[in-house]
């Protein structure tokens, strides 16, 4: 049996529900997420501090969202009324979870998922995503004061987006060394620290397990699921995938899911991705790198359609001498699909 495991921001969904969360519910939202994602960026791919997943910026999250007022309520009602679908998206999930096993391995919370399984009509069992309770526990006046004051210093710090930096500069160490005193000294000796530790972000290792849990529900062999994602959450996954012989497959993905991944597809629409999956299930791993030696010419039956609703797709298979300009055409894709915002965070 052949599975597949889809990332759902990015590739089903154009949205970043915590992004959007922020930008809508909190004062200068959008500058805030932005410096919690980077610091998580720098965490994961340029510090790599031991035992950390990318994706925590869903962690560190929460403890600000319960302090400003939100609640599971609100957060599943605004996701389920702002969800926007990758053109074509939603129509590929319906018809490919008639056809084969699929699994969401997501790292957005749980109730966006909730609210995504609704509108699709899809099985929320066979979904993977962030645990989130705000309404769990409580913050004292004082301690919902602290918060508000750190919220107010984080979203006035700059911090740039890694960028695929090796190096940092000393003011931007410095900048780091201080989120985390904030983040792993200052927050956890509070009460609101149980609010951010009982967060478990689905990235990084985790969607490697979710990957490794799926193979297990239907018994099927690593060689016989196919990944697609699109981020730094997606990297281990993928890098997983593909090192145990399935296909890894980066959709309109960053630098990070690019260098893990073995293809990428990047189009404005998802039918190429539906046809790649497609034939996957239909003839196995092999028939995907005849498909990326010659696209779209090797699909002779729905050629006239993908030139149609995709007439700039490109599906190819990843290497050392087209990764700068698959990089390149994958980013400028995904800015013009998701917003200039979106498409730049990691």
């Given at each position: 049996?052949?599975?597949?495991?889809?990332?759902?921001?990015?590739?089903?969904?154009?949205?970043?529900?915590?992004?959007?969360?922020?930008?809508?519910?909190?004062?200068?939202?959008?500058n805030f997420f932005k410096v919690i994602s980077s610091f998580d960026d720098y965490l994961a791919d340029v510090v790599k501090k031991k035992n950390y997943v990318a994706g925590t910026t869903l962690k560190l999250l929460t403890?600000?969202?319960?302090?400003?007022?939100?609640?599971?309520?609100?957060?599943?009602?605004?996701?389920?009324?702002?969800?926007?679908?990758?053109?074509?998206?939603?129509?590929?999930?319906?018809?490919?979870?008639?056809?084969?096993?699929?699994?969401?391995?997501?790292?957005?919370?749980?109730?966006?998922?909730?609210?995504?399984c609704e509108i699709i009509d899809f099985p929320l069992k066979n979904t993977f995503s962030t645990s989130l309770d705000l309404d769990e526990d409580n913050l004292s006046r004082d301690e919902r004061k602290t918060m508000i004051?750190?919220?107010?210093?984080?979203?006035?710090?700059?911090?740039?987006?890694?960028?695929?930096?090796?190096?940092?500069?000393?003011?931007?160490?410095?900048?780091?060394?201080?989120?985390?005193?904030?983040?792993?000294?200052?927050?956890?000796?509070?009460?609101?620290?149980?609010?951010?530790?009982?967060?478990?972000?689905?990235?990084?290792?985790?969607?490697?397990?979710?990957?490794?849990?799926?193979?297990?529900?239907?018994?099927?062999?690593?060689?016989?699921?196919?990944?697609?994602?699109?981020?730094?959450?997606?990297?281990?996954?993928?890098?997983?995938?593909?090192?145990?012989?399935?296909?890894?497959?980066?959709?309109?993905?960053?630098?990070?899911?690019?260098?893990?991944?073995?293809?990428?597809?990047?189009?404005?629409?998802?039918?190429?991705?539906?046809?790649?999956?497609?034939?996957?299930?239909?003839?196995?791993?092999?028939?995907?790198s005849e498909i990326a030696s010659t696209w779209p010419y090797s699909l002779k039956e729905e050629r006239e359609k993908v030139n149609h609703l995709a007439p700039e797709s490109i599906f190819a298979k990843i290497r050392e001498?087209?990764?700068?300009?698959?990089?390149?055409?994958?980013?400028?894709?995904?800015?013009?699909?998701?917003?200039?915002?979106?498409?730049?965070?990691?």
């Amino acid at each position: 049996m052949r599975i597949l495991c889809i990332d759902c921001e990015g590739p089903i969904t154009l949205n970043d529900n915590a992004f959007e969360i922020c930008k809508n519910f909190l004062p200068e939202g959008e500058n805030f997420f932005k410096v919690i994602s980077s610091f998580d960026d720098y965490l994961a791919d340029v510090v790599k501090k031991k035992n950390y997943v990318a994706g925590t910026t869903l962690k560190l999250l929460t403890p600000f969202l319960k302090a400003m007022g939100l609640t599971n309520k609100k957060i599943k009602e605004y996701s389920k009324r702002s969800i926007r679908f990758v053109p074509g998206a939603k129509e590929m999930m319906e018809a490919l979870k008639s056809q084969m096993k699929v699994f969401i391995v997501s790292t957005s919370y749980t109730p966006y998922i909730q609210a995504l399984c609704e509108i699709i009509d899809f099985p929320l069992k066979n979904t993977f995503s962030t645990s989130l309770d705000l309404d769990e526990d409580n913050l004292s006046r004082d301690e919902r004061k602290t918060m508000i004051d750190l919220y107010k210093e984080i979203k006035g710090i700059f911090l740039p987006p890694p960028a695929g930096r090796k190096n940092i500069s000393l003011e931007i160490k410095k900048k780091i060394h201080n989120l985390e005193r904030i983040f792993f000294e200052k927050i956890p000796s509070m009460d609101c620290g149980k609010i951010m530790e009982k967060v478990n972000p689905v990235g990084g290792e985790e969607k490697k397990k979710a990957v490794e849990k799926s193979l297990s529900k239907v018994k099927a062999n690593p060689e016989d699921v196919i990944y697609v994602g699109d981020s730094i959450t997606d990297a281990e996954a993928l890098k997983f995938v593909r090192e145990k012989g399935g296909i890894s497959l980066s959709f309109n993905g960053n630098i990070y899911a690019l260098r893990e991944a073995e293809f990428a597809c990047i189009s404005l629409h998802s039918f190429p991705l539906f046809l790649i999956i497609k034939e996957f299930n239909e003839k196995g791993g092999g028939i995907v790198s005849e498909i990326a030696s010659t696209w779209p010419y090797s699909l002779k039956e729905e050629r006239e359609k993908v030139n149609h609703l995709a007439p700039e797709s490109i599906f190819a298979k990843i290497r050392e001498d087209n990764f700068s300009l698959l990089a390149e055409k994958s980013e400028k894709t995904r800015k013009k699909l998701r917003g200039e915002i979106i498409g730049t965070l990691g």
